[in-house]
Structures are given as C-alpha cells and as structure tokens.
C-alpha cells in the first residue's frame, strides 16, 4: 500500500525546528506541500526515488531540507529557523508515476492526510 502516513507536525515558536517524516511503501518520488487557509497547495520541497536529486521553493531554501531512508520507507522534511508564514497544513505527496522530480500537486497521485504546523511569533 502507497498511502503515506505523516508525523511530526505541531507548534513552535519562531526560529525554532521541527522535523515532518512521511512513510510510504514502495522507493518513489515524493514531495512535501503545504497549505495555509484560504491558499492554494504548494510544493515546498521534493526528492527523487533515490534521493539524488531534490528541489526546494526559494522561500524555504537554506532553511529546510528534505532526504530520504529508503530501508525505512520513508522522508523526512527538517525545518529550521522557522518563521510565521511557514505556518500551513503540511502534505505528503507520492509520485507513482515517474521516479524523477515532481513540481505541481497534479504529478502527485498519492496523498498522505495532512499536518498541522503552526509557527507563534
């Protein structure tokens, strides 16, 4: 079963950490997404099956990263220095359908059921 499974999530205060993992079975191509209220979902970061590859929104590069363990199944987002407008509801996407990168929410074809991460200033 693909269905990813997220975990990790909750509040921090401003310039502080938080690890999201995603576990999934299966050595796909996966993303993270986020969505605040009122606002499309959007990629913030992505992985290739093999981890050799990845991708990161401007807005979270040099603050957020996104790997992989592939003999557990599954990724891993780490965030640091966060800030306010990071707060969203953060989704797990898995790409089935190609092992490279994905960019946009439709090339995602397995969601995991969402998690909240909120960020006091």
């Known amino acids: 079963q693909v269905q990813p499974v997220e975990s990790g999530g909750g509040l921090v205060q401003a310039g502080g950490s938080l690890r999201l993992s995603c576990a999934a079975s299966g050595r796909y191509a996966m993303g993270w997404f986020r969505q605040a209220p009122g606002k499309e979902r959007d990629v913030v970061a992505a992985i290739n099956w093999n981890g050799n590859g990845v991708y990161y929104v401007d807005s979270v590069k040099g603050r957020f990263t996104i790997s992989r363990d592939n003999t557990k199944n599954t990724v891993y987002l780490q965030m640091n220095s966060l800030k306010s407008e990071d707060t969203a509801v953060y989704y797990c996407?898995?790409?089935?359908?190609?092992?490279?990168?994905?960019?946009?929410?439709?090339?995602?074809?397995?969601w995991g059921q969402g998690i909240q991460v909120t960020v006091s200033s």
């Open positions: 996407g898995v790409r089935t359908t190609d092992y490279e990168l994905g960019f946009t929410r439709r090339e995602y074809n397995y």
